[in-house]
């Protein structure tokens, strides 16, 4: 099934000709629960690996704020709870009985951390086919991005990026090595989904605006809002054209960051000195109370009893307090490393 965005409720670069020059086509993943293969564009599904070649592991320190647990515990856990959510339960009944209570303790029990190399995890596989506007290496027609699905330095996993040629894989890796080691609160390993991109338009967050833009745009926000939401009174609208007109939320590919809870920095190659640009978007959601005309419009009507899987968030990652983790690409070469950051 597609995903369709709604469209802008107004064409904001009509009203703002100066936003024009910045518009920038960003990729829409939507991730959806799928059985994905190796063949197949996709978030947490296998990745076409070659029988031969080395799987990735980090040696790097982790930060564990509480004892890790395996990939097994996590899913194991989710559906424990997911199953416990959608049976139906009497008023006064617990979520869980004695003894899945006892089980799910077990399982977010924890282990102590491992000593050694801790094998990485895949995170998003792109065919260049599917992805309008991505493009790689002479011959590469694959982005692989995997993570070490642990605290680092920066609170964040560490990701590897490898661009590759699928007709050179002539045997692939069935049974790749898992993580020994993954957060306590599964919050990096994503659940396995399919994919249906979407190109959309988008403009910077205001963070990224000359401030006589940005402030023209918050006045014009407040008023439009009023005008269209005359019984919303105790919402200015201030945030409108970030929430409306500006960077859509969710996995993607290209387009802006969405700076909001920290300032812009700037983000330059040390090989180099070029300027980054977004590369992948990881989200901790597709939508929220905030961003909610961003919904597509085939997820608009569900119905039927909620889970502990929200609808908005089928990965299941959550980075920071549901934020965003934007990989940064070179633009000069895919050689140069890539950067991480937190927005």
């Given at each position: 099934m597609v995903r369709t965005t709604p469209p802008r409720p107004i064409d904001v670069a009509a009203v703002f000709p100066e936003l024009a020059p910045l518009a920038r086509q960003a990729v829409r993943l939507h991730?959806?629960?799928?059985?994905?293969?190796?063949?197949?564009?996709?978030?947490?599904?296998?990745?076409?690996?070659?029988?031969?070649?080395?799987?990735?592991?980090?040696?790097?320190?982790?930060?564990?704020?509480?004892?890790?647990?395996?990939?097994?515990?996590?899913?194991?856990?989710r559906d424990l709870l997911e199953e416990a959510w959608l049976r139906p339960r009497s008023p006064q009944e617990d979520l869980l009985t004695a003894e899945q209570r006892a089980y799910l303790d077990t399982l977010q029990e924890g282990h102590p951390p491992h000593s050694g190399p801790n094998p990485l995890l895949p995170v998003a596989q792109l065919y260049l086919r599917d992805v309008p506007g991505l493009s790689g290496p002479d011959g590469a027609d694959v982005l692989?991005?995997?993570?070490?699905?642990?605290?680092?330095e920066d609170a964040l996993p560490t990701a590897r990026l490898v661009w590759r040629n699928s007709s050179e894989v002539h045997e692939v890796l069935t049974e790749p090595p898992v993580p020994l080691d993954v957060d306590h609160y599964g919050n990096y390993v994503p659940e396995p989904c399919v994919l249906h991109p979407e190109a959309v338009t988008e403009y910077p967050a205001p963070l990224q605006l000359p401030g006589e833009l940005a402030r023209r745009l918050h006045d014009w926000g407040r008023a439009e809002w009023a005008a269209l939401h005359p019984e919303d009174a105790g919402h200015d609208?201030?945030?409108?054209?970030?929430?409306?007109?500006?960077?859509?939320?969710?996995?993607?590919?290209?387009?802006w960051g969405p700076w909001s809870f920290s300032d812009p920095s700037p983000l330059n190659c040390d090989m180099c000195g070029a300027e980054y640009r977004p590369l992948l978007t990881v989200s901790s959601g597709e939508w929220d109370g905030g961003s909610g005309s961003w919904i597509p419009?085939?997820?608009?009507?569900?119905?039927?009893?909620?889970?502990?899987?929200?609808?908005?968030?089928?990965?299941?990652?959550?980075?920071?307090?549901?934020?965003?983790?934007?990989?940064?690409s070179c633009p000069t070469s895919f050689d140069h490393p890539h950067l991480e950051n937190m927005q």
């Open positions: 991730p959806r629960p799928g059985l994905p293969t190796v063949h197949e564009s996709s978030v947490g599904g296998p990745l076409l690996w070659p029988v031969g070649e080395d799987w990735p592991a980090c040696d790097d320190a982790h930060e564990h704020w509480d004892p890790p647990v395996s990939p097994d515990d996590v899913r194991r856990s692989q991005v995997l993570w070490c699905p642990l605290d680092h609208g201030s945030a409108y054209y970030q929430y409306e007109h500006s960077v859509a939320p969710g996995w993607k590919v290209g387009g419009l085939e997820d608009r009507d569900r119905t039927g009893p909620a889970g502990l899987r929200r609808p908005s968030d089928p990965p299941m990652v959550q980075i920071g307090r549901g934020y965003n983790l934007q990989i940064y």
